[in-house]
């Protein structure tokens, strides 16, 4: 699979270059046109109980949609559900990486997903306490609220960062979750809950918005009965 991205930074789009009958895994509701053609197949990938950890406790949907090209090769188009960029990781299969609830996007078919516990406090952080953990050689697309940054830690270099601006990080970064401020005055007073602290060596990516403090705000202006 190879991957063109356009309309960056803010409305990218990635198209996903197929060979003959080559498949590729998609975020259900991102896929946005194809070339004709092109199958489609929804199913809950590792099972129906693997779908439901992704859809309840991973923030994702319950199916994973797989295209796969006709004899003559094909290509699909996937965007995010919110405005931003696209980010494309290629993976070489010695490192894996942990993706944040709502940004993965899609995978090519060497890469596998699944839902993994991704620490107790993060189930009160606001941005769910399960991540999507992929593995294995090949494109894994992940998509932020606004523009995104990558930052490159060395060894021992620490960074924090809020848990709702964190797209994905390699596994070889270690994190750590924690209240910004003591106390629930101090939390209303600075507009933060939880932070992550991470050391490197490795990468993380963010966005430069906040998909929870816009839920929030849409919320707010809804007039009440």
């Known amino acids: 699979m190879q991957v063109q991205l356009r309309h960056q930074p803010s ?27 092109v199958g489609v197949q929804a199913q809950a990938q590792g099972g129906v109980m693997k779908g439901l950890g992704r859809a309840f406790l991973g923030g994702e949907s ?4 797989t295209y796969t090209a006709p ?26 990486w942990c993706v944040t609830r709502g940004s993965w996007l ?18 009160f952080g606001g941005e769910g306490g399960f991540l999507t953990y992929a593995t294995g050689r090949g494109q894994l697309i992940v998509a932020c609220y606004g523009a995104m940054d990558v930052v490159n830690l060395q060894p021992g270099e620490m960074i924090t960062i809020d ?22 005055i ?3 007073k600075s507009g933060e809950g939880f932070v992550f602290d ?7 990516m963010t966005q430069t918005r906040n998909p929870s403090a816009l839920a929030a705000w849409v919320i707010a202006q809804v007039p009440s009965r």
Do not use: C
Not at 25 to 37: D, F, I, K
Not at 62 to 65: N, P
Not at 73 to 91: E, F, K, R, S, Y
């Open 11 to 37: 409305f990218a789009v990635a198209r996903l270059m197929l060979a003959p009958g080559e498949p590729a895994y998609v975020e259900a509701g991102a896929m946005a046109a194809t070339s004709y053609g």
């Open 62 to 65: 319950l199916f994973i949609s």
């Open 71 to 96: 004899q003559n090769g094909g290509w699909v188009d996937v965007a995010a559900h919110l405005p931003g960029d696209i980010q494309v990781i290629n993976m070489d299969g010695s490192v894996g």
């Open 106 to 123: 899609a995978s090519s078919h060497g890469v596998q997903t699944e839902t993994k516990w991704g620490g107790f406090n993060k189930l």
């Open 163 to 184: 848990s709702g601006h964190v797209v994905a990080y390699a596994e070889t970064v270690q994190s750590q979750l924690r209240k910004v401020s003591s106390g629930v």
């Open 186 to 188: 101090q939390t209303l």
């Open 198 to 204: 991470f050391a490197g060596p490795g990468q993380i």
